[in-house]
């Protein structure tokens, strides 16, 4: 593995290395100074993990991770097409320092695959359920009163 883990608070920070393919280093970016993506926060944050790209088959780098430094150069306090400059000429291999919060996992952290939601939400399942078998009992109800 090549990459190092550290952090506390809630927090973890951790080294990546990305070797750049022809595509790019397979993530887009938001944030900076003029584009704020978190309130009162300027930082660079992964916005999407591109499909078959350098971060995508690493499987490390998750979206919302915010991006704390590229080949060890600060990006605090950029604006965001500055930032985007830095990924854009930061060479064939790239070392990116980034900072996640530690979120309780049922299971194993990783990309998703094709197809995969990653599971549906307990209320998208629980809601329609819940609506069907009140109808149900409604229309049982309405039945037999009706005998």
């Given at each position: 593995m090549n990459g190092s883990v550290a952090g506390g608070g809630g927090l973890t920070e951790e080294v990546i290395r990305l070797t750049?393919?022809?595509?790019?280093?397979?993530?887009n970016i938001v944030g900076g100074?003029?584009?704020?993506?978190?309130?009162?926060?300027?930082?660079?944050y992964v916005s999407r993990i591109k499909k078959d790209g350098a971060a995508y088959l690493d499987g490390r780098l998750q979206e919302?991770?915010?991006?704390?430094?590229i080949n060890g150069r600060d990006l605090k306090d950029l604006r965001h097409m500055d930032?985007?400059?830095?990924f854009r000429n930061a060479?064939?291999?790239?070392?990116?320092?980034?900072?996640?919060?530690?979120?309780?996992?049922?299971?194993?952290v990783g990309h998703r695959g094709d197809g995969d939601s990653g599971g549906l939400p307990l209320a998208a399942v629980l809601v329609p359920g819940l609506a069907l078998a009140a109808a149900a009992v409604w229309i049982l109800l309405r039945y037999r009163q009706r005998m």
């Open positions: 750049r393919r022809p595509s790019g280093l397979g993530f100074t003029d584009q704020q993506y978190v309130s009162n926060d300027s930082s660079i919302g991770d915010k991006i704390l430094a930032a985007v400059e830095l060479g064939y291999d790239v070392s990116l320092k980034i900072q996640r919060r530690l979120q309780p996992q049922n299971g194993p």
